[in-house]
């Protein structure tokens, strides 16, 4: 598309769509605050599979070689 | 008119050990790729006949010693069932696709790679003392500033003259990381500081806009000339400036989108000169150094547009040459280009809105979030070696290590292949390349073949001569041109007979 077209479109589109009501509506809440449980979950799994000391592990990861 | 597409990947994957036993990353690679082959596949050797990394497109060869390299190279290869190359390249263990015809089996079999990676794991295992673990990630650097590659392949039209190829691709190449990126933490640029995150992980490594080097001076556009295939007709696209990625979507964007590009190219349906960049290899770096994409990049005729201004110019290109019809005969009736344009508008429409909601789908994207969100609850800077260890670990071949496979776990991902396809994928060759016949002879005659390569098989039929079977097309050699044959035959012998008969 024409760029000044894709400039008022992306004008338009941003900020996301607010017809329920935004941050207010309560069904927007609850579904933020299930994304946000989703995420710690998440960020707990990643906790658990995390290699240990990563500092040490960072450190000790060298590749030389290649292509 | 526009020449059909074969899509290839080369993938080297970073390896280390840890625990107990002191293992080199070379032995390493060794016993990965040397103990998933089975017995009559390692004695296949790979044929170097054809092989020369040092040909030059422009006209010229380097010079090295080729023999040193074949050596190096001969060490340990696999010829797989599927039709891969599975060997070591130096340090690494490199898995390259067999040829595909469209986007999607191409990362159908670079996920096959994956998967073959983390079986090999597995049997190493085996061989190591109890407690050792042996990590694998498909990225590109160790974040020391060692970079391993991921090259894409493409077979091109050799008439199109190698300049106006490399002119063309270069501002698609610099553009295309706001969704080909793998995204990095940091930078491993010398003397740089300041850069939190960044969108792709072999920009800190360009050097170059053309050249035939792949390990120092790398370039926006490799040069090396090896076709693999009839040199007459063909060029084989080695594009090194590529990341590895591991979203499927990204992974099908990179290559449909390039390929997509190459055919206008190819039919001069692409005006070069609205696209030309003044400093490319600079911009390559503003364009990855700007995950808010707004940064713009000067082009030749004083224009300065953002990188999605570009793709959005590039996208407007392919589809107004999808609608002329030109280059129907060339896709033979598949829907990959239509797939294609409209993931591209849609990632595209969404990197101008709100690219939060393309976490299921670029890389960047998925690695940003997970980044972010990690650091806001734990109070991290971004130099924590926390948030290094998270950009690494991403890309570990290990669905119970991997944090992208905690991803597809979650189903936070689109897929665009099942774990079955995936899983045949590792036996089975694509049906409509000369992949498909090499596969299937390394399945029969594994026993009677001495060498394998892209474009020949060697088979040793009665201990004293060997017979050479050229395979200078990528388009023959299909299901349906050699499975007859191939069923026909149980022994070799016949089938070589037949074959030059």
């Known amino acids: 598309m024409p760029q000044s077209e894709r400039q008022q479109k992306k004008k338009k589109e941003a900020p996301p769509p607010s017809e329920e009501g935004g941050a207010a509506n309560p069904e927007a809440q609850q579904k933020g605050r299930r994304l946000k449980e989703d995420m710690d979950r998440l960020l707990d799994e990643i906790d658990s599979v995390l290699e240990e000391n990563a500092e040490e592990f960072i450190k000790n990861y060298v590749q030389k070689g290649g292509e | 008119m526009p020449l059909r597409k074969i899509f290839g990947t080369e993938t080297e994957y970073g390896v280390t050990v840890s625990g107990p036993g002191d293992v080199s990353p070379v032995l390493v690679a060794s016993m990965l790729v040397g103990q998933y082959g089975q017995a009559e596949l390692r004695r296949v050797k790979w044929d170097f006949q054809e092989e020369n990394p040092l040909r030059d497109a422009r006209g010229f060869e380097a010079a090295r010693n080729k023999e040193a390299a074949e050596e190096e190279g001969a060490l340990v290869n696999l010829v797989l069932t599927n039709g891969a190359r599975y060997y070591v390249d130096h340090a690494h263990p490199e898995f390259s696709t067999p040829e595909t015809t469209n986007p999607r089996d191409c990362v159908l079999w670079d996920k096959s790679g994956e998967a073959i990676l983390n079986a090999s794991i597995k049997r190493a295992l085996e061989i190591l003392p109890p407690g050792a673990r042996i990590h694998v990630y498909k990225n590109n650097s160790d974040g020391k500033g060692n970079s391993y590659g991921t090259h894409e392949n493409y077979l091109v039209d050799r008439a199109v003259p190698f300049a106006r190829l490399a002119a063309s691709l270069i501002p698609f190449f610099v553009t295309r990381q706001v969704f080909a990126g793998a995204g990095k933490v940091g930078t491993e640029e010398a003397g740089l500081t300041g850069i939190d995150f960044q969108l792709s992980q072999r920009a800190d490594f360009m050097e170059a806009e053309v050249g035939l080097e792949t390990t120092l001076k790398r370039p926006i556009v490799n040069t090396r000339d090896e076709p693999h295939a009839d040199p007459e007709r063909y060029r084989r696209l080695h594009v090194i400036c590529g990341d590895a990625t591991m979203c499927e979507v990204t992974t099908f964007l990179k290559l449909g989108t390039t390929g997509l590009i190459l055919m206008l190219i190819e039919d001069e349906a692409l005006d070069i000169d609205s696209f030309t960049l ?224």
């Open chain 2, 278 to 501: 003044a400093k490319p290899v600079e911009a390559f770096k503003t364009v990855s150094r700007d995950p808010s994409l707004e940064a713009t990049i000067e082009l030749a005729d004083g224009r300065s547009m953002t990188a999605c201004d570009l793709q959005w110019e590039y996208l407007d290109a392919v589809k107004t040459y999808l609608k002329s019809g030109r280059g129907d005969e060339a896709f033979g009736g598949s829907s990959w280009p239509e797939d294609v344009v409209a993931k591209w508008e849609q990632v595209l429409g969404g990197l101008d809105t709100d690219p939060s909601t393309l976490a299921g789908q670029l890389d960047w994207v998925a690695k940003r979030e997970l980044l972010d969100a990690y650091r806001e609850r734990n109070g991290l800077e971004w130099n924590d070696a926390k948030l290094k260890l998270i950009d690494l670990q991403y890309h570990d071949v290990d669905p119970e290590r991997g944090l992208y496979y905690k991803l597809v776990a979650g189903e936070r991902v689109e897929r665009l292949v099942t774990d079955a396809e995936i899983a045949r994928g590792m036996i089975t060759p694509p049906n409509d390349t000369r992949a498909y016949f090499r596969g299937s002879c390394l399945a029969r005659y594994a026993t009677s073949l001495v060498a394998a390569s892209w474009d020949a098989l060697i088979f040793d039929l009665d201990g004293q001569t060997l017979k050479r079977v050229p395979m200078l097309d990528p388009f023959k050699g299909t299901e349906a041109g050699t499975r007859q044959l191939l069923e026909t035959y149980a022994e070799p012998s016949g089938l070589v007979q037949a074959l030059q008969g």
